[in-house]
């Protein structure tokens, strides 16, 4: 069988249209390649870039941010999730300090520095962070979860129990892998 050139080039003109393909996409956001004067410009550089996955670069956009608005709790709290998203918990612990010194009723701040402490093995300061987002968000089963692991890896196994059973009610599955890991815990 005999197909001609044209036909082909049309297939995948239409096909590279339907599928939007060859539609024009916006240019990453290249902070080299932009002047940012306001805060509020470097802070939705760095939203762009995190949605982009170039959390290095975020970090940088939020990191210039906040020296120009140092009081700003988002921006601290954004600032602190992109350094954890890169492995630098040491700073991002300390960004997203300040993000809930700045702003005590910022919920998601202390999750994120519950899980920052988690990750970086800071488990007592996980305990506080976990213990006010429970404060802040009743019934987060992440927290609750975190909580009782870190009850856990602190050889807290009584307090990890409690949290399983307070889990129970909120998540019935999350409960049961909180449940697996005291258990396994108690056997070494």
Partial sequence: MRH?????????LFTG??????????PPVHIEQEEFLEADDWFQAGVELNSEGSYREATEAFSRSVTLAPSNPLGWLNLGTS??????????IDSLKKSVQLDPSLALGYSNLGEVCFRADRYKEAVTAYTIVLK??????????????SHLLLDEADKAQGEYLSLKMVDPELAEKLRRAIIQGAGN
């Fill in 4 to 12: 001609r050139t044209g036909t082909f080039i049309a297939l995948l």
């Fill in 83 to 92: 350094q954890a998203l890169i492995g630098d918990y040491g700073h991002a």
């Fill in 136 to 149: 802040l968000w009743p019934g987060n089963a992440n927290a609750l979860y975190k909580l009782g692991l």
């Fill in 17 to 26: 249209l339907a599928t939007g393909a060859l539609m024009p996409k916006p």
